[in-house]
């Protein structure tokens, strides 16, 4: 299954718990912190406290010792993208998100500013948490466009705005399409113009949002589309693709990567959400563990796993953020490497630098290798 079909089902299923009218705003648009104690929250056990956030693990669900700490490097990503100083803490609530989110939400961030989510739309609402900094929400395509433009998957849905811009719903709204949009907004006119059509756009949507955008950007808004339509490349490289992984050092000429996948290590990670979010999330869940190599030779690689059990994602690391169609094509490589029965995978490779996530299914403390070496000639 592609990286993107499971993450077009989720998208069109989020919700974000902030919605209100138009009327329901005053002169100044409020955060989240004005909504303090709107929501009862949940009781469910605190698991992990980082710098910004409190995370709630309920029963069911299972969470290794690294996320939190990834969780809490994404949340302040996020907020140096936008150039926003953290004030609240955000209670993160790893829950199925029945009775605080609304009906048939896969997740949502509440006005008061809780992330409710399973694995897998988390990166997501925490990306909405970080926006309660400026208004505790948008209209449903600058709102959802931004929280989907940070998730950790490439974007490659470009349409017209004119299209969904004025949705009124999030319902209503191609999340894919808008998350490519406010991406390309960000890029190419600035996070400060963005902050001001964020806040000055209607939640309810409609023929308001463009006026806001005429005003913020000094020209027609089926203008702007033009050109976003003509500038904005084929893909977006996802923000922070490489971030915060270490380097394998080769030894000999290859690549051997021996550890002790154990849940409660700092050094392990779990649930895997790159490819969108597991089934159900509870039962049965992938630990993981990731690292770069620099590959300087082109040729055939072989990667040998110790089990069939081990499953190896393999993602090249651009620094260049727009692809166009043809560098995707030349340039991108994000796959899942499916072993034979000997464990062995082969695949060309160029030179550059890639990310390996190494991914086992959850269990008790377990060792797991992986060895990748050029094939000999």
């Given amino acids: 299954m592609s990286a993107v079909a499971p993450k077009l089902l989720v998208g069109l299923l989020l919700f974000v718990a902030a919605c209100a009218t138009e009327d329901d705003e005053p002169p100044l648009p409020r955060t989240c912190a004005d909504f303090e104690g709107h929501t009862e929250l949940p009781e469910i056990p605190l698991a992990y406290s980082t710098e910004h956030l409190d995370i709630h693990v309920d029963d069911g669900f299972l969470m290794c010792a690294g996320t939190p700490g990834e969780y809490d490097r994404y949340y ?43 694995p897998g739309v988390t990166w997501h609402e925490l990306t909405h948490a970080v926006s309660c900094e400026w208004r505790h929400s948008s209209t449903s395509a600058l709102s959802e466009g931004l929280a989907v433009a940070f998730e950790p998957r490439p974007l490659i849905h470009k349409t017209n705005p004119a299209e969904f811009i004025t949705a009124g719903s999030s319902w209503d709204l191609a999340y894919d399409h808008a998350g490519h ?55 977006w490289v996802p923000h922070r693709q490489c971030g915060d992984v270490p380097r394998l050092e080769p030894s000999g000429g290859a690549w051997t990567f021996e550890a ?39 040729g055939t690689y ?67 290798s992986l060895h990748i070496a050029a094939k000999p000639i």
Avoid at 95 to 117: H, K, L
Wanted: net charge negative.
């Fill in 181 to 235: 949009f406010v991406r390309w907004l960000l890029e190419e006119h600035g996070v400060e113009a963005f902050r001001e059509a964020y806040v000055a756009s209607p939640l309810s949507g409609g023929e308001g949002v463009l006026d806001v955008l005429a005003e913020v950007y000094g020209q027609d808004p089926d203008a702007l589309f033009t050109d976003y339509l003509a500038s904005a490349p084929y893909q």
């Fill in 260 to 298: 002790v996948f154990d849940c409660e290590d700092p050094g392990t990670f779990g649930p895997w959400e790159r490819n969108g979010s597991e089934p159900s999330g509870i039962g049965r869940i992938s630990m993981y563990q990731s690292f770069l190599i620099d590959i300087e030779d082109p």
């Fill in 302 to 368: 072989v990667f040998e796993r110790d089990d069939l059990g081990t499953s190896v994602f393999l993602e090249r690391c651009l620094d260049q953020t727009q692809l166009s169609e043809e560098q995707v094509a030349e340039l991108w490589v994000k796959e899942g490497l499916i072993p034979t029965l000997q464990g062995i995978t082969e695949i060309d490779l160029d030179p550059g630098t890639y990310r390996v996530d190494v991914l086992r299914d959850f269990a008790a403390p377990h060792p797991v």
């Fill in 76 to 118: 302040q990503y996020v907020a140096d993208e936008l150039s926003i100083t953290l004030t609240q803490r955000v209670p993160v609530f790893v829950m199925r998100p029945g009775g605080v989110c609304p009906p048939n939400a896969s997740g949502c961030r509440t006005r008061d500013g809780a992330v409710v989510a399973p």
